[in-house]
């Protein structure tokens, strides 16, 4: 069975960092995407960057510069280096990888901005 483990959310004041962690178990091959998405009460879940096993990105217009998503594929894992954190970062995090015929989501953590 496969599973996304999360780590790394907190409390972070404006202007600080945080690194998120996504590593999977239970998978015998590559994903071919990975990604992290967020969602806050009320709202639909957005994308907030992804990776393919190629290694091309994407991110959110709102986090460009600000964040910096990796991967490694050897670990089945996925991070993302979060900077200059503001208020309206704030939601749960949820990883994301997919693999030609599945999509498996982690639990979420959550992300707090605030001072």
């Known amino acids: 069975q496969v599973q996304l483990a999360e780590s790394g959310g907190g409390l972070v004041q404006p202007g600080g960092s945080l690194k998120l962690s996504c590593v999977a178990s239970?998978?015998?091959?590559?994903?071919?995407?990975m990604g992290w998405y967020r969602q806050v009460p009320g709202k639909q879940r957005e994308l907030v960057a992804r990776?393919?096993?190629?290694?091309?990105?994407n991110y959110a217009d709102s986090v460009k510069g600000r964040f910096t998503i990796s991967r490694d594929s050897a670990k089945s894992a996925v991070y993302l280096q979060m900077n200059n954190l503001k208020p309206e970062d704030t939601a749960v995090y949820y990883c994301?990888?997919?693999?030609?015929?599945?999509?498996?989501w982690g639990q979420g953590t959550q992300v707090t901005v605030s001072s």
């Open positions: 994301k990888a997919s693999t030609w015929t599945d999509v498996y």
């Open positions: 239970g998978i015998p091959y590559t994903f071919n995407d």
């Open positions: 990776v393919t096993r190629g290694g091309s990105t």
